[in-house]
């Protein structure tokens, strides 16, 4: 895919920014749109062209990439009644980067479909360290073909980009890597915990740890942040409860009981109760003080 090729970016906010900013670094000529204009107001500094509503904006792209909060955010930029589906161009790539439904994504598809365009579903993993270097795992789903025709523009957001299968397969695959950082984020709030309240000083057992067997990526990104207290996102806790509902809801469809992800989601949602919604997921630790 040329540098030449429009992109449609929806959603400038913690991820979203940096996405675009790379984008824009790498070439693309980006037009962007966001709820809040002032969250976009340093891309519009370095090049990108603002466009006042998404069925206006989708009309100058030739690939758009959305990265919204919910699903429901989603369904209303694609399926609403002032959708981009209903504006766009024939041949237009759709991209949802949203950590989403994997119905919702069979659904885009099949209405992009209908206006002879073409959707992908490409949610992420790396938190706003991976969106800020370009160094993202995206998991996509969707048509083979149309993956390799943006595979080049998905390489300057990641590092690891992987064809996942079809439509919605994308999605399933984020819902695994959700999963596996529920538990992995309990062990290393309560690593890091016990380590304090042993006497231990929890810098240097973090040394110790992290590139041993209980070595993950929470643990040596989010392991420091804890340490110093600073519970600034990388990744919000609501939207981190959103993904686990949507990931409990999948299992049970499948008939699949998830024990750790469900006593995952209560801890995350006692800690939004608390008033921690928007803080990073990091901030779990909070519950252990």
Known sequence: MKKDVSIGFIGTGVMGKSMARNLLHAGYPVHVFSRTKSKAEELLNEGATWHDAPDELVMHCDVLISMVGYPKDVEQI?????GILQSAKPETVFIDMTTSSPMLAKEIEAEAKKHDCYSLDAPVSGGDIGARDGKLSIMVGGDADIFERVQPMLAV????VVHQGESGAGQHTKMSNQIAIASTMMGACEAIKYAERSGLDPNTVLKSIESGSAGSWSLSNLGPRIIQEN??????????IKDMGIAIQSAEE???????LELAKALYSDLANKGEENSGTHALFKLYE
């Open 78 to 82: 694609y399926l609403g009644s002032n």
């Open 157 to 160: 957001l990641g590092t690891n």
């Open 231 to 240: 519970y600034e996102p990388g990744f919000y806790v609501k939207h981190f």
């Open 254 to 260: 499948m008939g699949l009981k998830l024990y750790g």
